[in-house]
């Protein structure tokens, strides 16, 4: 049976562990020691890394983990960028680790090499998608990172969203300001707010929580296109230009939780 554990490091990250039998694969190690203290403590091997792009807590715990047995996965367009790749990888591309197979799919916005790694069942998409939110955009453009979040949101309703950080009632917040009178909004605030009390992590979430819940994957639908033109003080005909305000609207937004 597969099992997939989140490693806390730094103030917010997941390093995804994923676990069959006493092997293992690490998706995004930004930090060698913690995915080294579970190995050894569950007697565990290292058989691969994933790597979805190039920022540093992602990626800085690389060289500590790899091994000439170790392949390291990542994207082909950011490789000049991450050291330690063994194996690059582009749209369309297959990985098979842990009895499982992987489709990579190119996901331009956060990154411009931004890649996810999709199973059926299962999406590790580093910094694309967020419970309730997306990643900002550093390198993309809104409309490369709408059309990416519109992907997985076509995914499977029941795929399990392996997102790498700990910003789910922020976002949530976020998400009450632009729809208060979302019931999906308000029951899922109610439960991420118990799981944060008892210190459990708030994911993974599933493609269909997110849309029912985020912003960011409802675009077309009226009361956020509404909220987004009001914030935006002007009208706002598609998508990707709700997108576009949500995001700037977002990345000032200094908001919580009641």
């Known amino acids: 049976m597969l099992a997939v554990h989140a490693i806390s490091a730094f103030s917010d990250n997941y390093l995804w562990l994923l676990v069959r039998g006493q092997d293992a694969v690490v998706v995004d190690p930004g930090d060698a020691a913690p995915v080294r203290a579970f190995l050894d403590a569950n007697g565990l091997q290292l058989r691969a890394i994933l790597i979805t792009h190039h920022h540093p807590d992602h990626t800085a715990g690389i060289a ?71 990643g900002r955009l550093f390198e993309g453009s809104p409309e490369q990172m709408h059309h990416s979040l519109q992907r997985l949101a076509a995914l499977p309703p029941e795929t399990l969203v392996y997102c790498t950080h700990e910003y789910t009632l922020s976002n949530l917040a976020f998400a009450l300001a632009v729809e208060p009178h979302n019931p999906a909004l308000l029951a899922q605030i109610a439960a ?61 937004y200094k908001g919580q939780l009641p």
């Open 192 to 252: 991420v707010k118990q799981l944060r009390a008892n210190a459990t992590p708030s994911l993974p979430s599933r493609i269909a929580t997110e849309l029912a819940t985020n912003p960011f994957l409802r675009t077309a639908i009226p009361a956020v296109r509404q909220s987004a033109e009001t914030w935006a003080s002007q009208p706002l005909p598609e998508p990707v230009a709700v997108f576009a305000a949500l995001r700037r609207w977002k990345d000032g």
């Open 64 to 134: 500590a983990l790899a091994a000439p047995d170790i392949p390291v996965y990542g994207p082909a367009a950011e490789a000049g960028r991450i050291a330690g790749l063994t194996h690059t990888l582009g749209e369309g591309e297959r990985v098979c680790a842990l009895e499982l197979e992987f489709e990579v799919l190119e996901l331009p916005g956060h990154t411009l090499g931004h890649i996810a790694y999709y199973a059926p069942g299962r999406l590790f998409c580093g910094d694309t998608l967020f419970a309730a939110g997306c």
